[in-house]
């Protein structure tokens, strides 16, 4: 971990490569995917990643307005595997049940993922950290169930975890405790990632890195652990605001929320930053053993998570699985061949476009895959004009709930779930809804849910970009109309008609 420390403008000099950073893209380019979980872009989660920043932001493009297709783990990352929306590959929810990893998908939607159409066109791919929620679970072929597309794997069972965990390794299981040395999965990670480039890797390869960080049980390195000792939670934006005419789970949150909450969601922001500083070193010394094996300027480094989070947004304590920017927005960077640094994007790319771009990368037509997303190599090559991307797209959530009552918050009905602290519920069956965002030319977000109200959501996100006043029933009744029908048409989209 020596790299870790060395000031930032020794580590531009290190790992810039004039001339060659900004060489030609060819066939054989190599793409690497850092997937952070949980990490939000609106509330400061990328305030940690300093080296990353300057390493893939500065010395390529940052997309300023880049979005989950959905904010839950599992149902997220199955729409990047896939390129698709979530009512084309029918992952739902965490849950086996809710097609998390589960028979069906394994046999109808994993043979389509993005490392499948890689590894054909001759890419060797090598996967490492978590992946889906409930892989390695005994009902879905356990640890033996070696995802198609991947040459080596090293898939993490079940959702995050920082010690105590298993791995596939290639369909065998390791068992990992908790002795930093050897355990610590954000360095294991990065460990296996550099020597599959020193040894097992040939051109051209692709690499996915997804840490634990920054999702629970926020374990940080010993070498983190009393970092940013003084740091809150942002109190800006809509922090301890009461969503008053938000729909019923947003306005059962207490507000002002107690002192112990904002305690505890306090905490849970340091923790999250800390474990943050050991995936910005995998980053580094991902970069740097690129640098020394000379692979930097025909390598593709791609930076993202699966979706944001929120800490006192709406009077919520801490998680995601709301419509709101906080929880959709998320951060991307990029470099490459034929990249310029410093690009800033401000069009809307989505989590289901990073499979395309991969594919584009490798020359494979996306037209013909089921893919709904679109390759942006195109705008990173500056070979489009800013008005062919597209202005709109779909946000899609099928709520998560407990159909008995939650034995700690006894008042509570059946039906939701994530009820902590102070029995505020982050979630319920019916925080389903599906959801217009439009960036150009107005910037509005349209939202409908399947509750028992059909309650409507509007924002609009010029006048009021922290969506405190919702304006369904004050805008002009045909604009609810437009987004409506646009909504539907969205909603049945398949392949090329989600792109247009
Ligand atoms: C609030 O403050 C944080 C930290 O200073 C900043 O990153 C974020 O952009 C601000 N958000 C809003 C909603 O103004
Ligand atoms: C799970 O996927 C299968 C086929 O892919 C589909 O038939 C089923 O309806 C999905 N389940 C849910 C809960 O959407
Ligand atoms: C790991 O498991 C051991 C044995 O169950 C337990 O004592 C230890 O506290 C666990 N470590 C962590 C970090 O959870
Ligand atoms: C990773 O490698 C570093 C440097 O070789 C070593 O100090 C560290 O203990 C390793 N960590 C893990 C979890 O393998
Ligand atoms: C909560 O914190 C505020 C600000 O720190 C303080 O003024 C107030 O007295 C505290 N309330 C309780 C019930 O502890
Ligand atoms: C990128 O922008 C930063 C801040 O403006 C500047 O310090 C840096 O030199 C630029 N980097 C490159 C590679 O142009
Ligand atoms: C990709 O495939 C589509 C559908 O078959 C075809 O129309 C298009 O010309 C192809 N594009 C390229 C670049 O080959
Ligand atoms: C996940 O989705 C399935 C299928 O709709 C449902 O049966 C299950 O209750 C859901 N799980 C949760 C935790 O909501
Ligand atoms: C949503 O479900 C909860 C129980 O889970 C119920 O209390 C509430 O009234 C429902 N709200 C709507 C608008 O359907
Ligand atoms: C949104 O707000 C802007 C700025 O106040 C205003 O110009 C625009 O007309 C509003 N859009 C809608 C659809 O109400």
Redesign the pocket.
Known sequence: MGGAFLPLGALWALLTVPGLLFAARTARSNIILFLADDQDL???GM?PMKKTQSLIGELGATFANAFAVTPLCCPSRSSLLTGCYPHNHLVRNNSLEGNCSSPVWQRFQEPFTFPVYLQKKGYQTFYAGKYLNQYGDAKAGGVLHVPPGWNYWMGLVGNSKYYNYSLSVNGHEEKHGDLYEEDYLTDLITNRSLMFLQKLSRAPFLMVLAPPAAHSPWIASPLYQSAYSTVKA?R??SFNVHGKDKHWLIRQAKNPMSNTSIEFLDNVYRQRWRTLLSVDDMVERVLRQLKSLDLLGSTYVFYTSDHGYHTGQFSLPIDKRQLYEFDIRVPLLVRGPGIKPNQTYLEPILNIDLGPTFLDIAGINVSLTPMDGQSFLPLLENRIHVNGWRSDFLVQYTGEGCSGKDPHCPSLGPGVSQCFPDCVCEDAFNNTYACVRTLSPINLQYCEFADAQDFVEVYNLTSD??QLINVAKTVDPSLLEQMNQRLIKFQACAGPSCRS
């Open positions: 609106e509330i400061g305030t942002p800006n934006g970009p922290h």
